[in-house]
């Protein structure tokens, strides 16, 4: 059941791959709270993913883009004012990627031109975008802009890598720009620190499967899924936010505030024969 909660509302989404992603969840909810908006991914990905199948259910028009490329991120805006006809209201950055978790380089390993394009993919994009839609004066006043981080921005996360670098500059990037853009155009910033989701990019971190299973027993609420994500961001592009920016939103069950939970600590003394245990006086 719909709110019309973005009724007349414009949007980008960036980053929708397949029906596994977080951002086609929020395409799907946008939709039905009646915003119209453009999709955005790599020529690639709108290549080997199904985002079709999503711009024909949402009615919303692909256009390619290299998040990395501010040309390119100029094209997306000026096409979506045009098609959607008038400046955006709310802009999603749900874009991630390293290759050293791909090649499988350990951090203590890392090859630093894979680390050089972790960052411009998934951090620095973000500020390419807010400082396209700053230049060109694209966003609309009380716009709210969200980009998808994570919890290994702030803690250490075996197997996360080098994105934990990449989450923390997208998380500083959305204070730093955040300031100037509510000061100069009341434009909210804004970070989700959403709980481990199983998406295309996320399956591929290493130890993936333990991760959300810990996280599931540490977090009173559990884990919060990609449509409670959908959720989070409408309610953060709506009206009912307004003044709310330059945070770090945790959206996690509770996960970020949790030293140890009862179900993790009796998972924990499961793992140990207690006669072996030495007693330590």
Known sequence: MGYNLLKGKRGIIFGALNDMSIAWKVAELAHAEGATFTLSNTPVACRMGTLDELSQKCNAEIIPAD???VEDIETVFEKSMEVLGGKIDFVLHSIGMSLNVRKKRVYHDLNYSYLNKTLDISAISFHKMLQVGFKMDAIAEWGSVIGLSYVA??????????????????ESIARSFGYIYGRERKVRVNTISQSPTITTAGSGVKGFDGLMDFSERMSPLGNATSEDCANYCIAMFSDL??????????????????????????????????????TLD
């Open 153 to 170: 921005a702030q803690r250490t996360f075996y197997g996360y890598n080098d994105m934990s670098d990449a989450k923390a500059l997208l």
């Open 67 to 69: 998040a990395t490329s």
């Open 241 to 278: 936010t307004k003044k709310v920016t330059m945070q770090n939103l945790f959206h996690d069950g509770g996960f970020s505030n949790v030293g140890m939970s009862l179900r993790a600590m009796t998972q924990y003394n499961k793992s140990f024969d207690t006669d072996d245990i030495e």
